[in-house]
């Protein structure tokens, strides 16, 4: 689709727009333009990161990944110099000499690293590939594209365009040095190679990475290329990936990976596609493509509400997304409900500097006025058919479902795990991400607990829990006027003494959820149902409470409550203090009916 009409557009017209100034350069009226309140960020900003010099990145730092599993290590003095950077362009183009000096430090010390890919990235997972004990450190000779090094490129393509005539007065031979760096490190690997498995040649299961790649070369492309033609070719070659990219994504444009992750999928679409409308003068646009307004609209259809959002998967609970893309998404879409959700939560340029250091979005940000802000229009209910999510809205409740499988993107075996929220609060959560480490995406991601099945809404059978891998997964799934059935049974270790497991969960017009499992089992066995709890609960006659809610136990069922403190800094930003895994237990012999009522307090 992106390939073929880049193509058509070239044999028509074939002149692309070299250069283009996608942002005011430094001195340019429009900085002077810009809002007190984002001022006031970059000069707060600046003052903290101008006394804090541009860390060391070590040797001993990238061998932590391999050596102990952490990856802060390298990651936190890789982050800081490029978060330096961007704040330093920003108070240069707003005048500041000392922010100017800092600038200069910063493109040095990143053009001298010996790699610009982070030690968890220096693998590139393909068929043979060596394992990180084999290779501990990059191998300069052939540079390798990952997410960073891609971004790393853009950062530093967009300083040498916004500052051009100021670092050019220092010395020429600095904007030759950053041209030389990307062109070696990222343009010429990203036209030669065909290996990298982002690219979708000797792997098909892409996510994410291939469009939040491809976002950033191309950004980086067109303010480093002089020749329309080889600019050309290599957005044709980006068309081609992303293509292979939608090629995998669902009809119904969900994001398996979370909506946290539409920033890196979805939010890097719009990127490209917005690139790709410029240098094009609007002759390539997309935007009444099916598949492509699904997947932008994702972040409308996944909130929950109160800066919550759907989170199945690796994703937090309460994510950072950004809403200046989403509005410019509802923008292009002419989609009032999107806009407004953008414009709503649109935050500061801290914010936007805190996540990972997308310098050209900080810029988008800048530049992109948010207008009026709406109120929030009324939610509907969702059903992703490919994705097999539900979600269902009554009378200030929310019920979200899923079926799915347990191969997915960043997977957590949990399929028919569900969450619950009273008032856009949180109820029965879904415990969502932990700050990543050597484990998180290695052959023991299933010990670390909140990607277990025994830590989400779901029966334990036997003591047997679910099973990772695509073949684990719902079957029989049908979308119910208030919620969703599914046969789950598919999901589990298949030594479970399970023949059937079918479970049913309806939100009711008052909000009440009525959640039903019919389990038919081939031997006697003890079975749990785990609810993972927001606020401790209390017994209270045949149930109990947990804050805002009260539920409704089937006769013979014991509980018992295990506090899980949340120790982990990423989870802690959802989820501070405490979540309270709740185990109702009893024993069957054959078949049993079990249904939990779940209500406000």
Not at 38 to 67: C, N, S, W
Not at 137 to 147: A, E, F, G, K, R
Not at 204 to 214: A, G, K, Q, Y
Request: with cysteine; glycine share 8%; net charge negative.
């Amino acid at each position: 689709m992106i390939y073929d009409a880049i193509k058509a557009y070239r044999s028509k017209v074939g002149k692309l727009l070299g250069r283009p100034a996608f942002f005011p350069k430094a001195g340019a009226p429009e900085w002077q333009t810009i809002s007190q309140a984002d001022r006031k960020d970059i000069e707060k900003l600046q003052t903290r990161y101008h006394g804090i010099p541009y860390p060391m990145r070590t040797l001993t730092g990238f061998l932590a990944f391999v050596e102990t599993g952490s990856r802060k290590m390298d990651e936190d003095p890789y982050f800081l110099r490029r978060n330096k950077l961007c704040v330093s362009v920003l108070a240069a183009c707003l005048g500041d000499e000392e922010a100017f000096r800092d600038v200069l430090d910063g493109i040095w010390c990143i053009c001298e690293e010996s790699s610009w890919v982070i030690s968890a990235h220096n693998i590139n997972p393909v068929p043979g590939a060596p394992t990180p004990k084999d290779k501990p450190v990059p191998d300069v000779t052939q540079p390798y594209i990952d997410l960073f090094s891609a971004q790393t490129g853009m950062i530093l393509s967009l300083t040498s365009y916004l500052l051009s005539e100021r670092l050019d007065e220092v010395s020429p031979l600095l904007r030759m040095r950053i041209s030389h760096e990307i062109r070696r490190r990222i343009l010429e690997p990203y036209m030669t190679h065909e290996d990298f498995w982002w690219m979708g040649v000797l792997r098909t299961d892409l996510c994410n990475w291939t469009p939040w790649i491809v976002s950033n070369v191309m950004m980086a492309a067109c303010l480093e290329m002089d020749s329309s033609e080889a600019l050309g070719s290599l957005l044709e070659r980006s068309g081609l990936f992303l293509d292979r990219w939608l090629n995998v994504m669902p009809a119904d444009g969900g994001c398996d990976e979370g909506a946290g992750y539409w920033n890196m999928a979805g939010g890097a679409l719009l990127d490209c596609l917005e690139l790709l409308a410029f240098v094009t003068d609007e002759q390539v646009t997309f935007w009444d493509e099916p598949l492509i307004r699904n997947i932008l609209m994702f972040p409308e259809k996944a909130e929950i509400g109160n800066g919550w959002f759907l989170n199945f998967a690796d994703c937090d609970a309460r994510p950072y997304l950004s809403g200046e893309r989403i509005q410019a998404a509802g923008e292009h879409l002419h989609d009032e409900v999107l806009t407004a959700l953008g414009r709503r939560i649109r935050g500061s340029l801290e914010k936007e500097l805190a996540d990972v250091p997308h310098f050209s979005r900080v810029l988008r940000d800048l530049f992109h006025p948010v207008g009026q802000t709406a109120d929030a229009p009324q939610k509907a209910d969702v059903w992703f058919p490919d994705l097999e999510v539900r979600i269902v809205r009554h009378a200030g409740c929310t019920l979200a479902v899923k079926g799915g499988h347990n191969g997915e993107n960043h997977n957590h075996n949990d399929v028919g795990s569900f969450m619950y929220y009273v008032d856009d609060e949180p109820a029965i959560v879904d415990a969502g991400n932990m700050t990543y480490t050597a484990k998180t995406f290695s052959s023991e991601r299933y010990t670390i607990w909140n990607v277990r099945s025994v830590y989400h809404n779901l029966p334990v059978v036997a003591g047997f829990e679910q099973t990772a891998g695509r073949e684990y997964a719902a079957s029989q799934v049908k979308a119910l006027p208030d919620g969703l059935c599914l046969q789950i049974e598919g999901a589990y270790d298949r030594a479970a003494p399970l023949e059937s497991l079918m479970r049913e969960a309806v939100l009711r017009s008052d909000g009440q959820l009525c959640l039903h499992d019919r389990i038919v089992f081939k031997t006697p066995a003890d079975i749990e149902w785990v609810f993972m709890l927001r606020e401790k609960p209390e017994p209270d006659g045949d149930g109990f409470v947990s804050g805002k809610i009260r539920m409704i136990c089937p006769a013979g069922c014991r509980m018992r409550t295990e506090p899980i403190p949340v120790e982990d800094p990423r989870m802690q930003k959802s989820f501070p203090g405490t979540l309270y895994r709740t185990v109702l237990s009893r024993n069957v012999k054959d078949t049993v009916d079990m249904e939990f009522i779940v209500g406000r307090a």
